[in-house]
Each structure stands twice: as C-alpha cells, then as structure tokens.
C-alpha cells in the first residue's frame, strides 16, 4: 500500500512538472534590449528588424540615438547592449581605444558585407570630367569650395577633414558642411534639381543608389581604404552580454543582412514608414530568412522561437 502511495505521489509530482511553465532562460533585465542608432537609415533599417523579431521573442527592444563615439561610450559603460553599424574599415580609429581596453565587444563575422563608403557626385558631374579626388580642386569654384558630410563626430566627416587639413588633393581652401543624413540628402536632391555640382559623402546600401544617378570617386584607397571604401558592418555588444543574455546574443550573432534588404527597407523608411513597422511588412513577403535567424534562439521565456515570431508576424 505504502509502494502504491509513493507511486500515485510520483505520478502527480511528474506531472506537475510537465505543467509547470517553461521558466525563463534568462534575468528579467535581459527582456529590455537596448540598442544604439546613429541617425542613418542604414542603422534604423537593421535595428528595426532586429527589433521586430526580438519583440515577436517577447522581448522589449528600445533604440537610443547617439552619435558613434557616443554609441561605443554606451556600449562601454553598459548603458546600450547592441550596436548594429560598426562600419569597418573607417570607424576603427573611433573604436580602437574601446577594443584596446576591452570594454566592448565586436562579434567576430559581420553582419553585413559588400559595403562602399566614399565621395560620391552626381553622374552628370562625372560625366564632366569630376571623377576621382584629385579631380576635387579643380572644380572648386563650381563645387563653391564644400564637400558634403553628415553629423558631427561621424567617422567619414573626421576623414573629410582631415584630408582637408593635411592639404589632401590640395583641398586646403575647401570646407566640410556637417549637418545629417537627411540634411545632406536635402542638399543632394536641391543640387541635382538645379544641376548643380557637388561633393558628397556617399555609401551604399542606401535608397540615395536607385533614387538618384551618383557615381563614387575613385583614388581615394588611402583615406576611406581600396575598392571606393569597401566595408564590412560588425555589429558590437557589451562585454558580457554573451554571458548575461545568452539567449539575446544568440539573435544577435545570427543577425545578417544583405546590400538588397537594406536597399528596401530604407526605401520605405524614407517614404515615412516606421523601421520596426516597414521591417514586420518586409518579414512577412520574405519569412524564409527567418530560419536562419532564429536558429537555436528562444522566446525570452524559453519556448520555441520560429513558430513565436511567425505567430506574433501573422504568418
């Protein structure tokens, strides 16, 4: 009888154990993802779809925007956990004394390859003989002595500038016009309007490739590296992020994008959609790449997390 008793005693206690809910993977502090943004539609197209497949994992992604020395410091002081757009090669003077002193950690494969990250003008200004940086200072005049960048303490502005300061391609007499993304695309789109000439700082993937005809300079190889700047996306994380919220590292070192998905998504961000928004509609035409990110990744409370995100998709 006692035996009988242990038995029924066992039954019930495993059974209670196979109706419990599936605990957590990780602290409660991990279900707050937070991520930097710097600003450009690059960055906002990959942490928008980041951040639509953590929320669908049950998570809660928030974004802080933050110029790069800004968003590394973040990183550092364990105030962001992720940042999507270390472009390498021409962010690494930035980021060399975090990487120096380990206080952040850049994933080992990138998260984006096949990047370009140079000057660029208008095809109808190549086309006229402006084709190279040694081409710049012949055109002062029509180009009013001005290169383009965009936010101050950008990576490619302290570039611009230095070349200017250097006397580079003899463009001591130019100036740089700090401003943003968008205030540089303003410009771009006003100079092509009026034919206008000028020098901006370009990169691609960006929606600026398809919506207006630029061409990237060439001879630039030892200010923005060879191949009109060739880069490759890293994505960095706090330093002991992987240990905290190994769950969310995982995502994260699956997270890979491609010159064409970002072409998309930033065409629908600049046509005023919202990056999390525009990347669930993206999501939802192309859900096999969702294999591939939620490989060996749970739902922030331990389930399954392909068939969550399809679920929170409507797919």
Same mark, same amino acid.
Request: aromatic share 8%.
């Given at each position: ?84 757009? /270390? ?29 370009? /990250? ?7 200004? $190549? ?11 012949? $055109? ?7 290169? $383009? ?40 789109? #006003? ?36 191949? $009109? ?14 240990? #905290? ?71």
């Amino acid at each position: 009888m006692r035996s009988f008793s242990l038995l029924v005693a066992g039954v019930g206690m495993a059974c209670s154990l196979l109706a419990a809910p599936v605990q957590a993977q990780e602290p409660k502090s991990c279900q707050n993802v937070r991520f930097a943004d710097v600003g450009w539609t690059d960055i906002a197209a990959t942490t928008g779809l980041a951040s639509a497949v953590f929320e669908g994992l049950g998570y809660r992604p928030t974004k802080t925007i933050a110029s790069v020395p800004i968003a590394f410091a973040g990183v550092k002081n364990k105030q962001i956990d992720l940042f999507l757009g /270390y472009w390498a090669p021409t962010m690494d003077p930035i980021i060399a004394p975090f990487v120096k002193d380990n206080s952040v950690k850049v994933l080992s494969t990138p998260n984006l390859v096949g990047a370009k /990250y140079t000057l660029a003008v208008p095809t109808y200004v $190549y086309d006229a003989g402006l084709k190279t940086f040694a081409d710049i200072a012949k $055109y002062s005049k029509e180009l009013d002595g001005k290169i $383009y960048g965009i936010e101050p303490g950008n990576d490619g502005n302290a570039l611009i500038q230095g070349m200017i300061s250097k006397n580079q391609f003899n463009l001591k007499n130019f100036k740089m016009v700090e401003s943003s993304e968008a205030g540089m695309l303003i410009e771009l789109g #006003r100079a092509v309007k009026q034919k206008r000439w000028i020098v901006i700082l370009g990169w691609e993937p960006h929606p600026m490739n398809v919506q207006q005809k630029i061409s990237y300079l060439s001879g630039g190889d030892d200010v923005f590296g060879p191949n $009109y700047g060739e880069a490759k996306v890293y994505t960095v994380a706090a330093t002991d992020y992987a240990t #905290r919220c190994p769950n969310a590292d995982k995502l994260a070192t699956n997270l890979k994008f491609s010159t064409d998905l970002e072409n998309q998504l930033m065409g629908r961000i600049m046509d005023k959609s919202d990056p999390k928004t525009a990347a669930k509609e993206w999501l939802k035409k192309n859900p096999e790449i969702l294999d591939k990110l939620l490989a060996g990744v749970k739902t922030f409370d331990g389930k399954d997390g392909l068939p969550a995100v399809k679920a929170s998709l409507g797919l």
